[in-house]
């Protein structure tokens, strides 16, 4: 086997696991590590969070269980500032958060001309790359922390174009929390309490996960080419719309809708159905973690207080019952347990955000302040603030030689 070269760095910290020798030999990299999406190759460092097998994510060292019941506002200050804001710091964060939540240009005519089939996704895109447009300060921190407050009225407006509900919009008060500018937008006929509530522990658990997801990497990438923050969040965006990465969430409650009974028999029957036709059960797997998610058990501890008796919730309690059993039969699949996904739609659904195409975007909503903040580490903070080169990995010639034109 052809043996490439080994990787050396003395910047250890966040890797862990991966070392094997003195503290500085990470990888032999051989040819089954190319051509396989560079799964497990390390190729830089993060500031922000790590993924454990047994724990999940942690957010600059804390285990996100210890997170989900904090204001959002507080996480978005952990990620930039590597530590929790003191009620002081938290206070002048959210007013400056508020200075900034000025929108730049009115999104509605933007909205009004994207086709209404088109996906959520690419009119979040479009509504980020829109912003970029009008007013990138091109100073990674400043336009970080701009998108992030500008956030929840883009995500309000792309709703209420979406569904038609263009009049009587309220305007924006950037004196409200970020959750509350994206409902008062809304205006959903709904119990706002826990609107509230089910939003909030939602973007806190989705707004990190390691620096090696493909959104995070992508924006990232694109930023290293010193594209704006907003193109390279839009990039992000795009990324995180698949169906094998953000999409999944909107993909669970599609699956939760078709099983359609709580009942574990009959939960069973079709899990085994699915697992025969090929299909994946969703809300279960996981690529690092190797036990339940942390999130997922979070947002089950949820739905056990707002809505124990709702159908769905039901049969998502059901699935974690049965699944995991039916699963660990096949020796192939390293972890037969719930995902982060499992629960998320069930009580998005509860709360009467009902469609589940919108689903993807809270998670693209939470991903900016993470995104933003490790963009802001590689461009500025890395290598004694030189920030990280443009990417540029190597790529070998397969399939060609020399040629030339008779
Ligand atoms: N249902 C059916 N098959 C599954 C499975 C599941 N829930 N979990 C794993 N497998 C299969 C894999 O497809 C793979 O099959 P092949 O060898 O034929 O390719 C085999 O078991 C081994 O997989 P693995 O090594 O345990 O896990 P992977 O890293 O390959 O895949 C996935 C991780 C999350 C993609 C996978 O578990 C899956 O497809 N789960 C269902 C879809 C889902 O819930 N996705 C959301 C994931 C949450 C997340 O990370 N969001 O960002």
């Not at 050396?8 to 396989?36: C, F, K, P, Q």
């Not at 997922?296 to 769905?312: H, M, R, S, V």
């Not at 933003?372 to 010639?397: H, L, S, T, W």
């Amino acid at each position: 086997m052809l043996v490439l070269s080994f990787i050396r760095t003395t910047e250890l910290a966040y890797i862990g696991e991966t070392v094997t020798d003195e503290g500085n030999h990470l990888l032999d990299l051989t040819e089954s590590h190319l051509d396989i999406g560079m799964r497990g190759v390390p190729v830089g460092t993060c500031r922000t969070s790590f993924v454990t097998p047994g724990e999940g994510v942690h957010y600059c060292g804390y285990p996100i269980t210890e997170l989900a019941g904090m204001v959002p506002e507080d996480v978005v200050y952990l990620l930039h500032n590597k530590e929790l804001p003191t009620p002081e710091q938290s206070e002048a964060f959210r007013a400056d958060l508020a200075r900034r939540a000025v929108m730049p240009g009115d999104l509605g005519p933007i909205f009004s001309a994207l086709p209404k089939d088109g996906h959520p996704m690419d009119w979040l895109a479009v509504g980020i790359q829109t912003l970029g447009m009008w007013d990138s300060a091109n100073d990674w921190k400043e336009d970080a922390l701009n998108l992030v407050a500008r956030m929840p009225r883009l995500m309000g407006m792309l709703f209420r174009y979406r569904e038609g509900r263009t009049e009587g919009i309220p305007n924006d008060d950037p004196s409200l929390s970020m959750i509350e500018r994206f409902t008062n937008t809304l205006q959903l006929d709904v119990d706002q309490e826990k609107l509230a509530r089910v939003l909030s522990v939602y973007l806190v658990l989705h707004m990190d996960h390691g620096g090696g997801n493909l959104s995070t990497f992508v924006g990232k990438a694109v930023a290293s080419g010193h594209a704006t923050l907003y193109s390279a969040m839009a990039s992000s965006m795009n990324a995180l719309s698949g169906p094998l990465h953000g999409r999944a969430n909107q993909s669970c409650l599609e699956f939760v809708l078709r099983v359609g009974t709580s009942d574990p028999e009959e939960v069973e029957q079709f899990v085994r159905g699915e697992l025969a036709a090929g299909r994946p059960v969703f809300g279960f797997g996981h690529a690092v973690l190797r036990s339940e998610d942390p999130r997922a058990t979070a947002q089950f501890a949820l739905g056990e207080e707002i809505c124990p008796d709702d159908e769905n919730f039901r049969i998502i309690r059901t699935l974690r019952e049965v699944a995991p059993r039916v699963l660990a039969e096949n020796p192939k699949i390293s972890n037969p347990n719930a995902n982060v996904d499992i629960a998320s739609g069930a009580l998005l659904h509860h709360v009467g955000l009902k469609n589940p195409s919108y689903y993807t975007t809270f998670f693209g909503w939470a991903r900016v302040a993470g995104i933003g903040a490790q963009i802001f580490d590689e461009r500025v903070v890395m290598r004694n603030g030189k920030g990280v080169p443009i990417y540029r990995p190597k790529y070998f010639a397969r399939d060609q030689e020399l040629r030339h034109v008779e």
